[in-house]
């Protein structure tokens, strides 16, 4: 992706109030703000347009967030309703035009299935759409402008601290041990070699009796790799919301039964070292330690290392 830049104005003084974001070359425009304002920023004109927007708030288990996608014509009573209706939203985002009219109802409904489409396909979080609406008939040079919008909207989510549409990718990492009993695993796809500031990861393993995942702590959470094998079993001390995490990944595909282990069919992110070590121990368990490098250094004594330096 090129670079980009965002103009981001914060309409009331407030950092946690309503954002106004604008990319340059685009012309679309964000809206950013927590549910307690929808009765103020309700009246605005950008939610009196046609437009596409997202509802995020915390699952139930604590465990990251759940999102949902929908669309308006106009957004505002859209937004209404959800208010009165659904509780597990804490922000919305609303995406329409800089000039009233450039979206209409079928560029808005495309947006919305192909969100919900990429969201489902990238199992990061749970969504609270029931169904995955069909795409709209749209003509070649309209389905042509509305991809480039979703480019847009795509390229400036992340910033916003929303992943929930993004494959996990696995960067270039160091190599970790290989184990007699586990064969060398299957590289995912990798992302692009020249995406800037990133540092490269190094590979990290966590393993037990039987079982051994491989992984990497990333900027996103802690990226436990494709092929990876975590116990099947589940120990008294695994928590309620671990415990609904692993049932739901069951669910959603990210990692099946394989005989005696549970293997990750994707490279999945999790939002803690902690968290993805207590999935592959089936207990509680302290990712910082049970994380090591292929010297036997821990994931902890790696990140006190780097910080002295």
């Known amino acids: 992706m090129s670079p980009f830049s965002l103009r981001i ?119 609270d759409n029931a169904n995955l609406p069909a795409e709209p008939s749209l003509s070649e040079a309209d389905r042509a402008d509305m991809e480039v919008f979703l480019g847009h909207m795509l390229g400036m989510l992340p910033v916003l601290g929303v992943h929930a549409f993004e494959k996990a990718q696995r960067f270039a990492v160091a190599p970790a041990f290989e184990t007699l009993a586990s064969p060398a695993l299957e590289p995912a796809e990798l992302s692009t070699p020249n995406a800037p500031f990133v540092a490269t990861p190094v590979e990290l393993v966590c393993q037990g009796k039987g079982y051994e995942a491989h992984g990497s702590d990333t900027a996103q959470g802690f990226l436990v790799f494709a092929g990876s094998t975590a116990t099947n079993e589940i120990g008294s001390s695994l928590s309620f919301s671990q415990r609904k995490l692993r049932e739901d990944l069951l669910t959603n595909g990210v990692i099946k039964v394989d005989g005696a282990v549970l293997r990750f069919n994707l490279d999945y992110v999790f939002s803690s070292p902690s968290t993805a070590a207590s999935l592959i121990h089936g207990r509680s368990a302290n990712g910082r330690i049970e994380w090591k490098d292929s010297n036997g250094k821990t994931l902890k004594a790696r990140q006190e290392a780097e910080a002295a330096q």
């Open 9 to 127: 104005f914060v309409a009331d003084g407030d950092p946690d109030g309503l954002r106004i974001v604008e990319k340059s070359n685009w012309i679309g425009k964000t809206l950013v703000f927590p549910r307690a304002l929808l009765p103020q920023v309700k009246a605005r004109l950008e939610l009196a347009q046609t437009g596409v927007y997202l509802l995020i708030g915390p699952r139930p288990d604590g465990e990251g967030d759940m999102l949902y996608v929908g669309e308006g014509d106009p957004i505002r009573p859209r937004l209404e309703s959800h208010y009165a209706q659904k509780d597990f939203w804490t922000r919305a985002i609303g995406f329409t035009t800089t000039t009233a009219g450039q979206l209409n109802k079928a560029h808005v409904q495309f947006l919305e299935s192909r969100l919900i489409a990429l969201a489902r396909a990238a199992k990061r979080v749970p969504l």
